[in-house]
């Protein structure tokens, strides 16, 4: 089973559609809430080169991108296989 992180902030309405398309496809993920903690924030926009909003979302250490990135992954039908269930 591949490593699924997504790095979300409370009340953030395309971290809620990520996550509710990874719940979708039945994997497993950690969410790291970056609200109050600049820290991991800080330690997010390192992985993800620079981008500093979220969700931004990693498999296997890999960045895989944003909620609108994830979702043009889904819609051209290669997120599947970078999730480990094609």
Do not use: W
């Amino acid at each position: 089973m591949k490593s699924i992180e997504i790095y979300t902030s409370m009340l953030c309405p395309f971290c809620a559609r990520a996550k509710a398309l990874l719940k979708s496809k039945g994997v497993q993920f950690k969410e790291i809430d970056v609200t109050a903690d600049a820290a991991l924030r800080q330690v997010m926009m390192k992985r993800a080169e620079g981008a500093h909003t979220v969700p931004q979302i990693f498999v296997d250490d890999m960045h895989i991108g944003d909620c609108d990135y994830i979702h043009k992954l889904d819609a051209a039908g290669k997120l599947n296989q970078i999730l480990g269930i094609a």
